[in-house]
């Protein structure tokens, strides 16, 4: 596994957005109509950067945006009835990265990157910080929709209430370099 704060810059630096307006600008570019509709919501800077650069990266083949509403849960849970998570090919899978900036590059190529906006106690509560949940993994998202309460309307109220928030990174598959691992981000000027 990669070292965290390694990771997390390699993002930053691999994906080569640095500002909201750029990130803006790839998600314009990236994301589906309704994707770029949903994530208008949401103006923490931070968050859409990072978004933007995790995106850039890793390459999925298509973005789903969870806003908590019943559809987007049903689409996940028969995600997972479905089975569609395929396994790392095991066959010296993790010899062919040079170096661990190369590992990053195009880890959900072909999925579908599932983020999410999560609260681990109700909306307002003084619990802990807000998570931004990214994964190509269905059950992953399953299980965090089914562990906290969906914020995604209040997601940016509550950065600004807590001060920072919580980012964890997943991708399916049994050798992946990137597997479950979170970041703890404090935006400026917050």
């Known amino acids: 596994m990669l070292d965290r704060e390694f990771e997390r810059d390699a993002f930053l630096s ?4 640095r500002t909201g307006e750029e990130a803006i600008t790839f998600l314009d570019g990236y994301l589906d109509g309704e994707s770029k509709v949903k994530l208008k919501k949401i103006s923490n800077e931070m968050v859409l950067v990072n978004i933007a650069n995790i995106i850039s990266v890793t390459g999925p083949g298509a973005v789903f945006i969870n806003s908590g509403y019943n559809y987007e849960k ?11 998570e395929e396994s790392v090919p095991a066959d010296g899978d993790s010899s062919r990265y040079a170096d661990g900036q190369s590992r990053l ?3 959900m190529e072909g999925k579908i990157m599932m983020i999410g906006f999560y609260h ?22 399953y299980g965090a929709d089914e562990s906290y309460r969906n914020c995604f309307s209040d997601f940016d109220a ?19 370099p990137v597997h479950e691992d979170h970041f703890l981000f404090t935006p400026a000027g917050v």
């Open 105 to 107: 590059r195009g880890l």
């Open 14 to 17: 691999l994906g080569g957005i």
């Open 120 to 141: 681990r106690g109700p909306s307002g509560d003084e619990s802990p910080v807000p998570i931004l949940e990214i994964s190509s993994s269905a059950h992953v998202m």
């Open 158 to 176: 509550e950065i600004e209430k807590h001060g920072q928030f919580r980012m964890y990174i997943h991708t399916a598959g049994s050798l992946c």
């Open 74 to 84: 049903e689409w996940i849970e028969a995600r997972c009835r479905m089975a569609e």
